[in-house]
């Protein structure tokens, strides 16, 4: 049984793929035409469609938001009941129907064409109502569903989905759209926090009364890690540059039978320590530590340090790598 139904399951996989092919190989200046409008759009772009097909629609509104493109998802049954108040002459509304015949989806279109907006199609029905009012459609054609009854939409909001997705990211590249963009959209998602947290937001700030020297007593490292609540410090020389650091652990390891009043900490210094750039990105600290085996590493502003960065606090941020 278990054997039949993995069987089902790659069929459905196989059907929707060979549907992916023909769409793909469809492809032509229509495609073009509808990035043409989206780019030229000055207000918003607006996704429209029913049943399975706004479901389509909430998820292409979603990718071209996250890329770069102003855009949203209306429900047309709303739209019946003042949501066209939403629409305004300088948006680009491209309306979903597998046949172009949706009720729902030609009961609004007199108002857009009143209200002036611009109206794209996306249908597997070439001579449909949703064709002949669209400025631009793109006809999807020979669409076979992937359901063993041949109703059910799979294969056809798939192919519209990654159609969506086409438009989505061929609009992002046009418009230059960067990975720190990509960031400031996405602020609570690790993703976007990988992409806009620099080292600077989640460093422990040091200031010049707590560097070491060389010199500095074991008594004073330990009172500066207890003031920092770290377990390392910063070793500066007479210009305040970073030359190396002191963890807890190797005060810990070496104090014993020492004054700690009067023994200095120069015998445990690392010199030419690793260390981030108060300039770089949180997640470049992560992966300097990862790869050097440490947990903490000081934060350098022209040579000079201003903060401890600890992998806890990145991880903690919800950082990862």
Request: with cysteine; hydrophobic share 40%; net charge neutral.
């Amino acid at each position: 049984m278990a054997n039949k139904h993995i069987k089902i399951g790659k069929n459905v996989f196989d059907r929707e793929i060979s549907v992916l092919t023909s769409v793909r190989d469809q492809l032509d200046d229509t495609f073009d035409k509808m990035l043409t409008e989206i780019m030229g759009c000055k207000g918003k772009v607006i996704f429209i469609g029913m049943g399975k097909s706004g479901h389509v629609a909430k998820k292409i509104a979603a990718s071209m938001a996250s890329l770069g493109t102003c855009s949203i998802c209306l429900h047309p049954g709303e739209c019946m009941h003042g949501d066209l108040g939403m629409i305004q002459k300088e948006d680009v509304v491209v309306l979903i129907s597998y046949s172009g015949e949706s009720d729902e989806i030609l009961r609004i279109i007199p108002g857009i064409h009143l209200i002036g907006a611009t109206i794209l199609g996306i249908t597997c029905n070439k001579d449909s109502s949703l064709a002949r009012a669209s400025k631009v459609v793109q006809v999807m054609e020979h669409i076979k569903e992937a359901c063993h009854l041949g109703l059910a939409p799979t294969s056809s909001t798939t192919a519209v989905m990654v159609y969506g997705d086409a438009l989505a990211i061929a609009s992002s590249i046009a418009r230059g759209f960067r990975r720190e963009d990509f960031g400031v959209f996405h602020p609570a998602g690790s993703l976007g926090k990988k992409l806009i947290t620099r080292s600077i937001d989640l460093m422990r700030e040091i200031t010049s009364e707590t560097f070491m020297k060389a010199d500095s007593t074991i008594l004073e490292a330990v009172e500066a890690m207890i003031n920092m609540d770290t377990d390392m410090i910063a070793v500066v020389d007479n210009e305040q540059r970073l030359i190396g650091v002191v963890t807890n652990g190797d005060l810990k390891r070496n104090i014993k039978d020492k004054d700690i009043r009067t023994a200095t900490i120069r015998k445990f210094v690392h010199y030419y320590p690793v260390f981030v750039d108060a300039s770089s990105m949180a997640i470049e600290a992560l992966s300097i530590m990862e790869e050097k085996h440490v947990h903490a590493i000081p934060v350098v502003k022209e040579d000079r340090p201003i903060g401890i960065i600890e992998k806890r606090e990145i991880l903690k941020y919800g950082i990862y790598l």
